[in-house]
Nanobody, 119 residues
Framework: VQLVESGGGLVQAGGSLRLSCAAS????????MGWYRQAPGKQREFVAAITRGGSTNYADSVKGRFTISRDNAKNTVYLQMNSLKPEDTGVYYCNADAVLTSRSSYSAWGQGAQVTVSS
């Protein structure tokens, strides 16, 4: 399973960005999909997750500003980020809990997308 992210970049505080992450490979189905981020010198942290049925969960720091969504037909997850703050700066990674065509489970990670928010 490969995850390809896109949509990162540089934005001023208060601005918006939208990240996308598309999964490909020998996929039977994908259960939960999510986003994590890692700021310089810090550990990777949870940002948001969504189940196949559309239930969502967010870190307290992004509630009300970020929205996660997915397109099951395209095996793609999105993260709409509004009202961005400098502390949102970091590398954003997508994650997918996939069931392969062999019926084995596999947790895949994207390569990371840099998000930089200037003050």
């Amino acid at each position: 399973v490969q995850l390809v992210e896109s949509g990162g970049g540089l934005v001023q505080a208060g601005g918006s960005l939208r990240l996308s992450c598309a999964a490909s490979g020998s996929i039977f189905t994908i259960n939960a999909m999510g986003w994590y981020r890692q700021a310089p010198g810090k550990q990777r942290e949870f940002v948001a997750a969504i189940t196949r049925g559309g239930s969502t969960n967010y870190a307290d720091s992004v509630k009300g500003r970020f929205t996660i969504s997915r397109d099951n037909a395209k095996n793609t997850v999105y993260l709409q980020m509004n009202s961005l703050k400098p502390e949102d700066t970091g590398v954003y990674y997508c994650n997918a809990d996939a069931v392969l065509t062999s019926r084995s489970s596999y947790s895949a990670w994207g390569q990371g997308a840099q998000v930089t928010v200037s003050s």
